[in-house]
């Protein structure tokens, strides 16, 4: 593969996350229809286990180690993939049928913890949570708004809402782009969070409190709408916590539920004020991803915040070869734009497993578990059962 002069793009790595057999690529139709059902197509694929059974009415894929590997051999004589519904994933965990069920809630930490031969593993979740101001949205067309909004917003408490009876903490994040345990990691986040500081930014723009304590300006009150898709009980808590904070810097959340069914309509049609949002990385280096999340021309920029000057300088982020210099301008970057305000970090979060004790090299691994080494994952001792 050959690039032209002004078509480089670094790391070259991003580039060759999955690589496709040519003949699974030789169509549309093939790439669409060739992999479904029982299909599993072993010539099409590489790794350390190959298929022994796809069963689609149990929902299992059963795997053995692949005889044609020229890798190092598998540890485990068999793999089994099982598909379950979270509600009964815990009753499989507890009678021996799943040797490892995730963990995403206090109450399924509270099930597992009375489990006897029950190890949990937590490491911070490959996930960005973030709340996204609509820059275009009716109440928050005003930058200072945006502003202040930052400034209202405890993170920190928000943070311990959300992870409430999951045993975990975590600080508050700086980037959306990079994760507290990169070393490229910076503070990009323009502001901390101050309720007398967001009432001077609105108090320097014009706007006044009236009685009850909050602020309008020209007789416009200083309200935005917040949507919840979904009507968890989390999540409404959260939504609670965000508009207590607000209030107190004199700003009405005005808060709105909607079925998640129509979330994905929503964020075609930009159909949204506040929202949280939250997404996965494909690798440690957000480069190929940086204009999709802040350029302006891009569907995937929730929140539209950004300039066409900053559009030109994303785009040239994947032509600097040299690492450092690249993470230096993709965190100058992301400070100017996130000094527009259309979008806050809140989180990542845990990634909770419970195994068995003896399970070894499995579990929350960062980047290294996107693409697992499945042949590494073995028993220190034989399961139960064996």
Same mark, same amino acid.
């Given at each position: 593969?050959?690039f032209?002069?002004?078509?480089?793009?670094?790391?070259?790595?991003?580039?060759f996350?999955?690589?496709?057999?040519?003949?699974?690529?030789?169509?549309a139709?093939?790439?669409?229809?060739?992999?479904?059902?029982?299909?599993?197509?072993?010539?099409?694929?590489?790794?350390?286990? /190959?298929?022994?059974?796809?069963?689609?009415?149990?929902?299992?894929?059963s795997?053995?180690p692949?005889? #044609?590997?020229?890798?190092?051999p598998?540890?485990?004589?068999?793999?089994?993939?099982?598909?379950?519904?979270?509600?009964?994933?815990?009753p499989?965990?507890a009678?021996?049928?799943?040797d490892?069920?995730?963990?995403?809630?206090?109450?399924?930490?509270?099930?597992?913890?009375?489990?006897?031969?029950?190890?949990?593993?937590?490491?911070r979740?490959?996930?960005?949570?973030?709340?996204?101001?609509?820059?275009?949205?009716?109440?928050l067309?005003?930058?200072?708004?945006?502003?202040?909004?930052?400034?209202?917003?405890?993170?920190?408490?928000?943070?311990?809402v959300?992870?409430q009876?999951?045993?975990?903490?975590?600080?508050?994040?700086?980037?959306?782009v990079?994760?507290?345990?990169q070393?490229?990691?910076q503070?990009?986040?323009?502001?901390?969070?101050?309720?007398?500081?967001?009432?001077?930014?609105?108090?320097?723009?014009?706007?006044?409190?009236?009685?009850?304590?909050?602020?309008?300006?020209?007789?416009?009150?200083?309200?935005?709408?917040?949507?919840?898709?979904?009507?968890?009980?989390?999540?409404?808590?959260?939504?609670?916590?965000? /508009?207590?904070?607000?209030?107190?810097?004199?700003i009405?959340?005005?808060?709105?539920?909607?079925?998640?069914?129509?979330?994905?309509?929503?964020?075609q049609?930009?159909?949204?004020?506040?929202?949280?949002?939250?997404?996965?990385?494909?690798?440690?280096?957000?480069?190929?991803?940086?204009?999709?999340?802040?350029?302006?021309?891009?569907?995937?920029?929730?929140?539209?915040?950004?300039?066409?000057?900053?559009?030109? #300088?994303?785009?040239?982020?994947g032509?600097?070869?040299?690492?450092?210099?690249?993470?230096?301008?993709?965190?100058?970057?992301?400070?100017?734009?996130?000094?527009?305000?259309?979008?806050?970090?809140?989180?990542?979060?845990?990634?909770?497993?419970?195994?068995?004790?003896?399970?070894?090299?499995?579990?929350?691994a960062?980047?290294?578990?996107?693409?697992?080494?499945?042949?590494?994952?073995?028993?220190?001792?034989?399961?139960?059962?064996?």
């Amino acid at each position: 593969m050959t690039f032209a002069r002004d078509r480089e793009f670094h790391p070259v790595t991003d580039l060759f996350g999955v690589l496709v057999h040519p003949q699974a690529a030789q169509s549309a139709a093939v790439f669409n229809e060739g992999f479904r059902g029982e299909q599993f197509r072993p010539q099409w694929r590489a790794g350390p286990f /190959t298929a022994e059974r796809i069963d689609t009415t149990a929902g299992t894929v059963s795997l053995v180690p692949n005889p #044609r590997w020229w890798g190092e051999p598998a540890l485990l004589s068999r793999l089994v993939f099982r598909r379950i519904d979270p509600a009964a994933s815990m009753p499989a965990f507890a009678n021996d049928d799943l040797d490892a069920v995730l963990v995403g809630s206090h109450e399924r930490l509270a099930a597992v913890r009375k489990q006897p031969d029950t190890d949990i593993r937590a490491a911070r979740r490959l996930q960005v949570i973030v709340l996204i101001l609509n820059t275009d949205a009716t109440g928050l067309t005003d930058p200072a708004v945006r502003k202040a909004i930052a400034q209202a917003v405890d993170r920190g408490e928000w943070a311990r809402v959300r992870y409430q009876g999951l045993d975990w903490t975590e600080p508050v994040p700086g980037s959306a782009v990079y994760f507290p345990f990169q070393p490229q990691t910076q503070d990009n986040v323009p502001v901390t969070h101050s309720v007398d500081a967001a009432r001077a930014t609105l108090q320097a723009a014009g706007y006044a409190r009236d009685a009850d304590g909050l602020y309008a300006k020209d007789g416009t009150p200083v309200a935005v709408r917040y949507t919840e898709f979904g009507n968890d009980q989390m999540g409404q808590a959260l939504a609670a916590t965000l /508009t207590a904070q607000l209030q107190a810097a004199g700003i009405q959340l005005q808060v709105e539920t909607r079925p998640e069914a129509t979330r994905q309509q929503a964020l075609q049609a930009r159909d949204y004020a506040m929202m949280t949002f939250a997404w996965s990385p494909a690798g440690p280096s957000p480069a190929a991803g940086l204009c999709q999340l802040m350029c302006t021309d891009s569907p995937l920029n929730l929140s539209g915040a950004g300039t066409p000057a900053l559009d030109e #300088r994303l785009r040239q982020v994947g032509r600097i070869a040299d690492p450092e210099r690249r993470a230096a301008q993709i965190n100058a970057i992301e400070k100017e734009w996130l000094g527009h305000y259309g979008l806050l970090p809140l989180g990542n979060g845990p990634d909770m497993l419970a195994t068995r004790p003896d399970l070894a090299n499995w579990g929350p691994a960062a980047f290294a578990g996107i693409y697992p080494d499945w042949s590494e994952v073995g028993w220190t001792r034989a399961p139960r059962g064996d």
